[in-house]
C-alpha cells in the first residue's frame, strides 16, 4: 500500500461530501451535521484543498457537483458503507455457519462435572465447529488466556481486571465423600470419625496437606493422610471399596452418589471448612465481540442447569432410596 502521510487528511471532510452530495445545499448540509453555516463553509474550503478540485459550484440555489465529484462520490461512499459495516460494526455471530474451534480451559473439577453438558449443548449449536477442552488450574489459567490459548476458563478464577474479565458462576461448598460399606460411616460424620479414617487428599500442586489440617490442628487434631493426587478422578476411583474418605467440592459429591452403583455418600465436614467460587473469565480486549457475548451466554446457561439438575438428580436418588 502507497504510503500516505495521513495527518495531511481528516477523513471526517468524506462525510461532509456525501451530506453536501446528497442535500446539494451547504445550509442543509449544515443543518444535517447540526454545523453552523460558516463551520461547513470552512469544511467545503478544507475539503476543496484536500481533493484539489473545486468539486460544488454555486448555481442559484443549488451546489452543483463538478465532474471530479461525480466520479469520486460513489467510491466515497463505498468506502464509509464499509468502514460502518466491516470496521465500526462487528459482524453478527452466526453459530450455525461458524467452522472454526471454540476453546475452553477446565479445570480437573470442571471438566469432570460439566464436559458431558457443554458439548451436548455446544454440538447442537455449532454443527460445524469443534470443541477444544484444554486442562487449565488457578497457576495457569492467567497465561492461557494472556497468551490467547483459550477462549474462556471455568474454574476458581485468579483476580487480574488488567487482563481478565470474568462473572462468578456459582458458589461451591465442601463435603466428605466416602463408601459407607467399606468405611462404616454414616451421616453426618462425626469428628471423631473424621480424624479416625485414613483420608486420601486432591490438590493442585501435589501438597499432601491443606488448610483443613491447620483447623483441626488449633482444635487439637490430627488426621492422616494416606494418599494424594492431582486429579479428582482419580480418587473417586479410590474411595470404592477402601477405608479412605476425601473432602471434596460438592457437585462432585453429588455426580458420584447419583451415578455410582454402589451409592458414595457424602456428608458435611465436621469442622468448618470454608467453599469457594467457581467463575468464567476471559480475555478482556474480547468483551465486546459477538462470538464471546453468545459464547458467555451459552456457558453460562449451560452450567446453571447443570448445577440445578445435579442437586436436583441426587436429591431425589437419596429420597427413593431412603423410602
Not at 257 to 270: E, K
Not at 280 to 297: C, E, F, T, V, Y
Request: glycine letters at 4%; charged letters at 20%.
Amino acid at each position: 500500500m502507497a504510503q500516505k502521510h495521513w495527518r495531511k487528511y481528516d477523513l471526517n471532510l468524506l462525510v461532509t461530501f456525501v451530506t453536501l452530495m446528497e442535500t446539494r445545499s451547504v445550509t442543509g448540509a449544515a443543518q444535517r451535521l447540526s454545523l453552523g453555516q460558516s463551520a461547513m463553509s470552512h469544511s467545503l474550503a478544507r475539503l476543496r484543498t484536500m481533493l484539489d478540485d473545486p468539486l460544488f459550484e454555486r448555481r442559484g440555489h443549488q451546489m452543483v457537483p463538478t465532474a471530479r465529484a461525480l466520479d469520486i462520490a460513489p467510491k466515497i461512499e463505498a468506502l464509509l458503507d464499509t468502514l460502518a459495516t466491516d470496521v465500526l460494526t462487528p459482524p453478527a455471530f452466526e453459530p450455525v455457519l461458524f467452522d472454526g474451534q471454540i476453546r475452553l480451559g477446565l479445570t480437573d473439577y470442571a471438566e469432570l462435572i460439566f464436559a458431558p453438558a457443554l458439548f451436548d449443548t455446544l454440538n447442537q449449536q455449532l454443527p460445524l465447529a469443534q470443541l477444544s477442552l484444554r486442562p487449565v488450574d488457578r497457576r495457569h489459567c492467567l497465561d492461557a488466556i494472556k497468551n490467547d490459548d483459550v477462549d474462556a476458563v471455568i474454574g476458581v478464577i485468579p483476580d487480574n481486571t488488567e487482563i481478565l474479565d470474568s462473572q462468578v458462576l456459582y458458589h461451591e461448598q465442601h463435603v466428605c465423600l466416602f463408601d459407607p460399606h467399606s468405611t462404616g460411616l454414616g451421616t453426618p460424620i462425626t469428628l471423631a470419625d473424621f480424624v479416625a479414617t485414613p483420608h486420601a487428599l486432591v490438590s493442585t500442586y501435589g501438597q499432601l496437606s491443606s488448610p483443613i489440617d491447620a483447623r483441626l490442628a488449633a482444635l487439637g487434631y490430627h488426621r492422616q493422610v494416606v494418599m494424594g493426587s492431582q486429579r479428582f478422578l482419580t480418587v473417586r476411583q479410590l474411595l470404592k471399596g477402601r477405608q479412605l474418605l476425601c473432602t471434596v467440592p460438592e457437585l462432585m459429591a453429588r455426580l458420584d452418589t447419583f451415578n455410582d452403583a454402589n451409592h458414595l455418600a457424602f456428608s458435611p465436614p465436621p469442622i468448618d471448612v470454608p467453599g469457594f467460587d467457581i467463575g468464567l473469565a476471559w480475555r478482556h480486549q474480547a468483551s465486546g465481540h459477538p462470538k464471546m457475548q453468545w459464547l458467555i451466554d451459552q456457558i453460562t446457561t449451560i452450567v446453571d442447569k447443570r448445577v440445578a439438575s445435579l442437586k436436583t438428580s441426587s436429591t431425589l436418588s437419596h429420597s427413593q432410596k431412603e423410602t
